[in-house]
């Protein structure tokens, strides 16, 4: 099945940095590649999400750009803000339709 | 629109009990996937629903089934309940076509096990 892996698990950075989370997957037939983010006690709510036709797509400032090669994606957030602190997850998903989940990444940001 | 909707928020049960989760799609949205999520976890894949069969399956032992009603709703059933099963249960629809599509999360019901 699908190995996706995610670093790092926690990432501290001051207000205004840039903070970056990369995830790697093994299945060279996986297509889409979603992030969510997971405030404390919360839903998981997605954030942004790049299909394997596309090699970087961005929102305002969230991007994700996806090695096919290398098989791996990186979730880009720029000038953070304290309430860009949550846990973030990555997520792989094929033909098979079912997704494969990364262990997450908890982004501290310090005002 | 409506959101995904998962009852009971928080349930405590004992070793050795059954327990029904159930959860309401998001409207338009025909297919549902649950999940379980242990702390300082990511989600783990237990199954999903489409057109009222199982459509895909994680990892889990046949003591956690499912249910898929003709309006979409879900439901998780878990017997013979472990100490192990303590977790998040998530649930998330989307809308099956040819391309993998968003899954969106309900808030999840909190089960703990004594």
């Known amino acids: 099945g699908e190995n996706v892996e995610q670093h790092p698990s926690t990432l501290s950075v001051q207000e205004g940095d840039s903070a970056v989370i990369k995830c790697t997957y093994s299945?060279?037939?996986?297509?889409?590649f979603p992030w969510y983010k997971q405030e404390l006690g919360k839903r998981p709510q997605l954030i942004i999400d790049?299909?394997?036709?596309?090699g970087e797509k961005k929102d305002q400032r969230i991007a994700v750009t996806l090695n096919k090669t290398a098989k791996h994606f990186s979730l880009h957030i720029t000038e953070t803000q304290p309430e860009d602190s949550a846990v973030y997850f990555c997520?792989?998903?094929?033909?098979?339709?079912?997704?494969?989940f990364g262990r997450g990444t908890s982004l501290i940001v310090h005002p | 629109e409506t959101g995904v909707t998962q009852s009971p928020t928080h349930l405590i049960k004992t070793r050795g009990q059954q327990v029904t989760l159930r959860c309401s799609s998001q409207?338009?949205?025909?297919?549902v996937s649950w999940y379980q999520q242990a702390l300082g976890q990511g989600p783990q894949f237990i199954f999903q629903?489409?057109?009222?069969?199982?459509?895909g399956r994680g990892n889990f032992p046949p003591r956690f089934s499912g249910l898929q009603f003709p309006n979409y709703s879900s439901e998780l059933n878990v017997n013979a309940l472990e100490l192990d099963d303590s977790a998040l249960y998530l649930c998330?629809?989307?809308?099956?076509?040819?391309?993998?599509?968003?899954?969106?999360f309900g808030d999840g019901t909190r089960l703990s096990i004594l």
């Open positions: 998330a629809s989307s809308l099956a076509g040819e391309n993998n599509q968003p899954q969106h």
């Open positions: 299945d060279s037939a996986s297509n889409y």
């Open positions: 790049i299909r394997s036709n596309v």
């Open positions: 997520a792989v998903l094929g033909g098979s339709y079912i997704p494969t």
């Open positions: 409207s338009g949205h025909n297919t």
């Open positions: 629903y489409y057109r009222e069969e199982e459509n």
